[in-house]
Structures are given as C-alpha cells and as structure tokens.
C-alpha cells in the first residue's frame, strides 16, 4: 500500500453546504472550513454564490453550486439561465442534476442536449461541468447509460448523488460509472460520505472527487492517521 498525505485527501472533498436551513453564518463558516485545508472545490446553494465567491478569491478553492438540485426537474432554459447567472457570479464548478424522469423513460436526446447546452455555457468561462445520474433511481443499464451520455455531452465528471434521494453513493456504483466512461471523465462520490475510510474506498474504487460536508471529522481522521503513519491507499 501507498502511502498518501492530508492534502490528497482534501484535494479530493468537495466541501458541501447545500442544506436549506443554512445561513449567511454557516456559509462563512463552511468557506472558513474549505480555506483551511484547501479542499478542491466549496459547493454551496446558488443564492450563496455572491458571497461564497467573495470569501475563497485568491484561494486555490474552487467556487461551486449546483444546477437543477435536487431533482433535476426544471425546464432545460431554466437550467442554462441558472448556470450563466452562476458562471457570471463566479462560479467554475457546477453541478447540475439530469431530468432523472426523462432518462428513466429513456429520452436519450433530451438528457444529452441539456448536459450539452450547459457544459457548453461552462467550458466558455473555463468552468467544468459535474452531472449528478442520482444513481438511487436508476437500473445499473441507466446508470451506464446516463454517465455515456454525459460523456458525448462533453461533461467533465459524472456524479453519483445529489444526497436527498432516497439513497447515497455506494462503491458498487462508483465501480460501475468508472468503468462506464473514458478516462476523460472523472468520477464523483456523493451522498452518505461522512468519513475517512469511506473516502478511502470511494478513491480505490475510481473517485476523484467526494462531496462531503462532514469535512472536518474526515480531515481529523486523515491528520491522526498520517501522524500515526497509518495513511495509506486501500487495494482496490
């Protein structure tokens, strides 16, 4: 086993405060968080993009919201105004959900243009694209099929979950979207990911990326474990 340090672990969070109930103070405190360990991207509500943009200039902290969350449901030129607006706020990491009820019905066109028509609106401001297949209402030949689709969109990184279905990221899916897309396309665990050893197994199984808002209690458990010279990658 290799070992690995702190750094690569927080390079691998997306630091999430995506709750409704938070306030200005807990998006502070969260990008207080994100600042300190330097994690790769803080991903919070759009209407906290002003602010949250303000607060991480000048870091090496990506500035991150989501589009169409949590249910992916909203008309496509809604969609695309919500990116633009967050791409013009600042944002350079967006996380949009698919119409999960037009890939279960097997619209193929529509999932594809949507991904398509906002990647295109991301990639002309240097931003990329995380679209989120929300793995818990899918077949495994969905779940393959949304990340391809994804792909041919010309998306950076296709993600598990939005955290409010009815279920999170599991290994076995992380597996199987690896293994659906190019090495072009990284893969993001989303969902249930509330400790180290976890992230752990999400980047044995191909992760790239973890989105997690228990980011503190995973940092303490990577540093302690470092400090102990028990930090080290999990055999796949």
């Given at each position: 086993?290799?070992?690995?340090?702190?750094?690569?672990i927080?390079?691998?969070?997306?630091?999430?405060?995506?709750?409704?109930?938070?306030?200005?103070?807990?998006?502070?405190?969260?990008?207080?968080?994100?600042?300190?360990?330097?994690?790769?991207s803080?991903c919070?509500?759009p209407?906290?993009?002003?602010?949250?943009?303000?607060?991480?200039?000048?870091?090496?902290v990506?500035?991150?919201?989501?589009i169409g969350?949590p249910?992916?449901?909203?008309?496509?030129a809604i969609?695309?105004?919500?990116?633009?607006l967050?791409?013009d706020?600042?944002?350079?990491?967006l996380?949009?959900?698919?119409?999960?009820?037009?890939?279960?019905?097997?619209?193929?066109?529509?999932?594809?243009?949507e991904?398509a028509?906002?990647?295109e609106?991301?990639?002309?401001?240097?931003?990329?694209v995380?679209?989120i297949i929300e793995?818990?209402?899918?077949?495994?030949?969905?779940?393959?099929r949304?990340?391809?689709?994804?792909?041919?969109?010309?998306?950076?990184?296709?993600?598990?979950?939005?955290?409010?279905?009815?279920?999170?990221?599991?290994?076995?899916d992380?597996?199987l979207?690896r293994a659906?897309?190019?090495?072009?396309?990284?893969?993001k665990?989303?969902?249930?990911?509330?400790?180290l050893?976890?992230?752990?197994?999400a980047?044995?199984?191909?992760?790239d990326?973890?989105?997690?808002?228990?980011?503190?209690?995973?940092?303490?458990?990577?540093?302690?474990?470092?400090?102990?010279?028990e930090?080290?990658e999990?055999?796949?």
């Amino acid at each position: 086993m290799s070992t690995i340090t702190p750094r690569d672990i927080a390079r691998m969070l997306d630091h999430s405060t995506l709750q409704p109930f938070l306030t200005e103070d807990d998006i502070r405190r969260g990008a207080e968080v994100a600042l300190k360990y330097e994690t790769a991207s803080m991903c919070a509500r759009p209407c906290d993009v002003p602010i949250m943009a303000e607060l991480l200039r000048g870091s090496p902290v990506k500035v991150c919201t989501v589009i169409g969350f949590p249910h992916g449901a909203h008309e496509p030129a809604i969609k695309v105004a919500e990116a633009q607006l967050a791409l013009d706020e600042g944002c350079e990491e967006l996380d949009m959900v698919i119409n999960i009820g037009r890939m279960i019905r097997g619209d193929e066109g529509y999932v594809r243009d949507e991904i398509a028509r906002i990647t295109e609106k991301a990639h002309a401001a240097d931003a990329i694209v995380k679209v989120i297949i929300e793995t818990c209402y899918l077949n495994d030949a969905q779940k393959i099929r949304a990340c391809q689709l994804s792909e041919e969109a010309g998306a950076d990184f296709v993600k598990t979950s939005t955290g409010y279905g009815s279920k999170g990221c599991t290994i076995e899916d992380l597996k199987l979207m690896r293994a659906a897309v190019s090495p072009r396309v990284r893969v993001k665990g989303s969902g249930g990911i509330r400790d180290l050893d976890t992230v752990l197994k999400a980047r044995a199984a191909g992760a790239d990326r973890c989105g997690v808002s228990a980011t503190e209690k995973i940092m303490a458990e990577a540093e302690a474990r470092f400090a102990a010279g028990e930090l080290a990658e999990l055999a796949d």
